[in-house]
Every structure is written in structure tokens, then in C-alpha cells.
């Protein structure tokens, strides 16, 4: 299991599995052009979850050759985590690679609001894994 839990983009459209969900077209822009976790995998055959939140983190399925790895973040979506100079608690709503600084960096949903800012792997202490 080399690919579980990695963060990447698909490298060739070519090889999504079917069936491609209705909304998405290979040949255009969109959340499919965006990161995915991989979320399950198998010899022939992974499925992703978009990180995209705005689209209800939706999955499609690739062949492991289609898929492009660029790391393995510390936290995933749906972690509960606590940010350390806030000394507050929240869940990870999102992450992103920062190409600049070559690390991920997470956005943490708090009970009463979307946190706005970037935190680190630095920043943020683990309470208990997405589920």
C-alpha cells in the first residue's frame, strides 16, 4: 500500500475509471484539475477524494499509473486537531500543498465559524483521527 493517504493530482486524464461522474468533462477545468487523497486502493484501481469542500469532497476512481503523487500530509481531512497558539479545537476542513514552501498546509473548521487561515503542521497538535 504505497499510494494510501497519499496527496497528488491525476498526471493522466486518460486513465479515470469509469463511470465519470455527469458533471465532470476530462477536457475542461474544474475540481478534477484540483488535489485528491487517496482514500482506497487496490491493485488495478484507486479511488480519490477531491479536497475540494465547496463540492462536497467528491471521489472518482484512476489507475495507479494515472495518478501522480506529490507527498503524505500529517492530518487529513476530517481530523479533529487542536491549534496550539490558539489553544482552540477544531476539524480539518481542508489542505493544500504549498508549492513555495515545498509542506501542506490545512484550514481548521471551528464549532462556530470556517477558520480563513493557513496552518502548518507546526501549528496544529492532533486530537483524534477522521473517522
Not at 468533462?25 to 487523497?37: E, N, R, T
Request: net charge neutral; proline share 6%.
Amino acid at each position: 500500500m504505497k499510494f494510501l493517504n497519499s496527496y497528488g493530482k491525476i498526471a493522466n486524464h486518460d486513465d479515470v475509471i469509469p463511470p465519470i461522474p455527469e458533471d465532470v468533462d476530462l477536457k475542461m477545468s474544474g475540481w478534477w484539475y484540483g488535489g485528491f487523497i487517496v482514500v482506497k486502493e487496490q491493485p488495478d484501481e484507486l479511488t480519490l477524494k477531491s479536497i475540494n469542500y465547496e463540492k462536497g469532497y467528491p471521489t472518482i476512481k484512476i489507475k495507479p499509473e494515472g495518478f501522480g503523487i506529490i507527498g503524505s500530509p500529517t492530518y487529513v481531512i476530517g481530523d479533529k486537531v487542536k491549534v496550539k497558539n490558539k489553544n482552540k479545537q477544531g476539524v480539518i476542513y481542508c489542505l493544500c500543498w504549498h508549492y513555495k514552501r515545498e509542506c501542506f498546509y490545512y484550514y481548521v473548521e471551528y464549532p462556530d465559524r470556517r477558520s480563513t487561515c493557513m496552518y502548518f503542521d507546526d501549528d496544529l497538535e492532533k486530537v483524534e483521527s477522521a473517522k
